[in-house]
């Protein structure tokens, strides 16, 4: 059973920074597309970015420039380092293992 958990989720304060973690267990991190999709409050959930297991990154283009996705193959780990954070980031982070198996998120909010 594959099985994902988020962390690093704070409150921010706008142009703030930071990292949200993904570990996997169950599946081999490197071997399958790892991707960010997050949730704002009444909104649908959204893409943030993603990894192949070729290493092809793509980010959605409110996020480019400012966020940057990677993985650590010998921790089976993902990760999500957001910097230049905004209001708008504001929202529940998901981690997803080939769109198919979900983490239960965890929670960012940029405000002063």
């Known amino acids: 059973q594959v099985q994902l958990v988020e962390s690093g989720g704070d409150l921010v304060q706008p142009g703030g920074s930071l990292r949200l973690s993904c570990t996997v267990f169950?599946?081999?991190?490197?071997?399958?597309?790892m991707a960010w999709y997050r949730q704002a409050p009444g909104k649908e959930r959204e893409f943030v970015a993603r990894?192949?297991?070729?290493?092809?990154?793509n980010y959605a283009d409110s996020v480019k420039g400012r966020f940057t996705i990677s993985r650590d193959n010998a921790k089976n780990m993902a990760y999500l380092q957001m910097n230049s954070l905004k209001p708008e980031d504001t929202a529940v982070y998901y981690c997803?293992?080939?769109?198919?198996?979900w983490g239960q998120g965890t929670q960012v909010t940029v405000s002063s």
């Open positions: 997803t293992r080939n769109f198919e198996s």
């Open positions: 990894i192949t297991r070729l290493g092809i990154i």
């Open positions: 169950g599946s081999i991190v490197s071997s399958n597309t």
